[in-house]
């Protein structure tokens, strides 16, 4: 009988130490995933309806072009008018930095004018400030490559 129970009890110490739970995502991972979510769905697919989703009313548009109105509203409508002129967008990103709330990204557009359906190809970075789940802040540079 002894026999058995130590087998036994091995294998239950075993089974038990491996249904022990996974530590869960930090803020930063979380808002790492947010970001990239962000550019699948609303810059590649160009889903404009999921802004409200990602971005905060009061998103503050560091970069913004000229004349473009801050807050949600003013966003939604230079990210749409913006892309918008792209038939086709593709996006690698190439690298994504999160430091608690501050997430940095280098990615790689791939995009086709509407226009002229002449491709381009270049690099831009992102900076994204995130509070309570939603950015408030965004910077971009590197868009010389697109005429802007």
Same mark, same amino acid.
């Given at each position: 009988?002894?026999?058995l129970i130590a087998?036994?009890?091995s294998l239950a110490f075993? +089974?038990?130490?491996?249904k022990q739970e996974q530590p869960a995502p930090s803020v930063a991972e979380k808002n790492k995933e947010m970001?990239?979510?962000a550019y699948s769905e609303v810059v590649a697919r160009q889903n404009y309806s999921l802004i409200d989703s990602?971005? +905060?009313t009061n998103i503050f548009d560091h970069s913004a072009f000229e004349g473009q109105q801050q807050g949600l509203a003013g966003f939604k409508k230079a990210v749409s008018e913006f892309l918008g002129t792209f038939s086709h967008i593709e996006i690698t990103i190439e690298a994504i930095i999160a430091e608690g709330d501050l997430i940095s990204t280098r990615e790689i557009w791939k995009v086709t004018r509407v226009s002229d359906?002449?491709?381009l190809t270049g690099q831009t970075?992102?900076?994204f400030l995130v509070k309570d789940g939603k950015i408030t802040d965004e910077w971009s540079k590197g868009w010389e490559w697109v005429g802007v």
């Open positions: 009988m002894k026999l087998p036994l009890l075993i +089974a038990c130490e491996q970001v990239k979510r990602f971005f +905060a359906k002449k491709e970075m992102h900076w």
